[in-house]
């Protein structure tokens, strides 16, 4: 029923992209409140100090260049994890498969890595060149993920995370197996990459390359989701998938890529793990990065550019872990708790999307 | 179980607004004992609105409810159940998968935890014989046809003892003839003085027939109330739409041949349970003329339309396009030029959280001027655009940037108009384009429909609504089963006659 009489007709109110930017930012906030709150609760329960361990967590994740440093480390790998999960999800995929293709991707990286350094190959030559093999590796596995849920018809949140214990299983048989330096004693590693082949930090700091690649790939996704007829497409097949095909919109193509952009990024965060971090792989390439990943995702309302600040927060929650346990003798799951716990208020808040009056764009909805 | 006697029901000044809405203003509506009352209105007149109050969906602002006589006070669905007041809703709220007869029991509010079949069918049957009409109570629902199951609807509340039934459009999903069956049934129980019927309806015919009193709401307020046998259709329309008059039908004139015809050639399709949804469907629409497809929803209307707009995979067949195939892909929607108002827009044709701008790019988006060759879009073009059409099109939205979600049915469609028939059409393939609309957006819509069928495009049209098919086709199919079973020109045929081959009584 339209009620507005004909002189209102014509005046479109300007506040309607505010209004919904504002949303998008204000109710996941909420939600970090709310999960803040409940997680003082939980600490209260335990008889400690809330107050000290939210001072605990800026100390250690942003109070001074050691701890900044210490955060953008961590949020590196968060970030790719992040636009793994955020991109398919975009054309309404819940992929759990970053995790694997991270895991794939450097392995592949280290492993290809020894026979060029063997062969003697400038690293400048050779790192691009892992690194693509590393996107590819991650981009196949994930994209698997979307073509058996195209043309298969198998639930894809259910297939990549099998994938992703999957690759955990190769990468360890791999690793034990046939890939196996025997130097490596305590921990079954691969060959360690040579001094040369290492990427160095960003100079001045102790912060590694991975994170300028992320803050690229976030830039660039978020050109190919909001500026580009792909990522049009994608959004209109993940916001009605049968107005898309109705629109003759190849919807199965832009799935399946959209799953091997998801991979490669999540690929390029195992590369520089490898790389950059460990110099080598083995078990601890699965550290849960891809599943934090989605967690991140999930805050950033799958906004690739607000992939990035998220990406900081929980790097920093990362990053301060080590001294909340040690000044408040907490144990090591205490920062699981809290990503639990923001986890289901972030579920909670999705239902007051279009909800909350002072967000209403338009009064003329129909009610009969 | 003893039929106790038909209640009235009264409203007294009931008013409701939804923010600065006002859907309901003063109404009084008076139901008296044993009779068929009519509640008549546009869409978005207040009808919902009003009967949503009376169950206790809504809390009224204002005003109250006499049932009998005596102040109720209805909180929730639950106090009007307990009241005796039963709703049958306009689309079917039985488990498909359950027999009549377990359905009558679990719709009970005491239903035990573990259920006595041999007692509950020893009670069904005792209340079954004294019930005017029979339903196969060991039938799946899933087998039963239409009417049967909005008898079903009806008997249910008749079982759970309510005896003031509201109807919410109870014919729309029905045969004329099943229609009739149902309403005639319900007229002679309630001049019996077993139960009071309160029918919300837009149908004329249906309400000069069957009903004994009316009332007419427009605009959330009272616009008359009367006996429904004495009066005029002319009246009641006047009410309904007010001064506006009668819209007049969309003109027909004589098309140029030039676009090339669409033809159906032997299409069959199946659905997810491997059945014929679609069967051997042979039929061609010719440039500059509209064919109409009539029939029950459910017998493989929408899935024609599925297969021809790429929503079902065609299982065998062909499509062409003039003298060349077609597939539904972009590539040949844009070749061909081939159009949709696919039916439900929110669900088929529009993303409900996208902005009305952007929703209207769809088809243009990755076309210059809206996108360069590397395929970047210009946002601003696109809200440019859209602004441009949503002010052509006359589509009453707040901004270009609102998502097309908050936006009213009507203008959800006016919008897909906007975007599908702003330029030149030569197929256009169109499903209950008014379903749910009110008067204005449906004389805008047809109007738009015949307009591109006057500039030759040749376009097909699927419609529950035998009205609106008369009013736009010029040739009529019946559909029923997956199979067409009946094709006319519109001037050779008639109601009647459709009416039967829908019904399945063709010769």
Redesign the interface.
Known sequence: ????SPTM??R???D??IA?IAEAILIPVGALIVAALVFSVFLLVLGKDPVRFFGLVWTGGAASAFSLQNTLQRAAPLILTGLAFAVPARIGLTLLGAEGALVLGGFTAAVTAIPMIQAGWSPWIGLPLVAGIAMSVGGVWVGLAGWLRHYRGVNETISSLLLTYIAIAIMNFLVEGVFRDPGSTNKASTMPLSADWRIGDIPGTSVHWGLVAGLILAALLWILM????????A??AG??L??A??????VGRLAIASCAIAGACAGLAGFFEVVAVHGQANASLAAKYGFTGILVAFLARQNTLAVVPVACLFGALAASGGLVQRRMDMPDATMLVLQGIIFVTLLVSETFY?RLPFF????????? | MTATQAPSLRTFHMSKAFGQLQALDDISLDVAAGSFHALLGENGAGKSTLVKCIMGFYQADAGQVMFNGHEAKVRSPRDAHALGIGMVYQHFTLVPCLTAAENLVIARADTPMVINWKTERKRLDAFMETMPFQVRLDALVSTLSAGEKQKLEILKLLYLNQRFLILDEPTSVLTPSEADEVLGVLRDMAHRNDVTVLMISHKFREVKTFCDSFTVLRRGKCAGTGDARTASIAELSHMMIGDAGLRPPATRTAAPKSAPALHLNNLSARDVEGRHVVSNVTLTVPAGQIVGIAGVSGNGQSALIEVLSGQRALESGHITVGDAAFSPTRRNFDRFKVFGLPEEPLRNAVVPRMTVAENIAFRSFDKSPLANRLGILSPARIRKRGAELINKFNVHTSSPDAPIETLSGGNVQRAVLARELSGAVDVLIVANPCFGLDFASVADIRGKIMESRNKGAAVLLVSEDLDEIFELADQIAVMSEGQITYLAATADTDTMQVGQHIAGHGK
Do not use: K
Request: glycine fraction near 12%; hydrophobic fraction near 25%.
């Open positions: 029923m339209s009620v507005i007709r014509r479109f109110r300007p309607a992209r919904t909001e500026r580009t007829t792909f990522g049009f497409s959004r209109i916001g009605n049968r107005a095909q109705a629109q003759g919109l190849p279009g209403r764009t338009s009064q003329s909805g129909d009610r009969t």
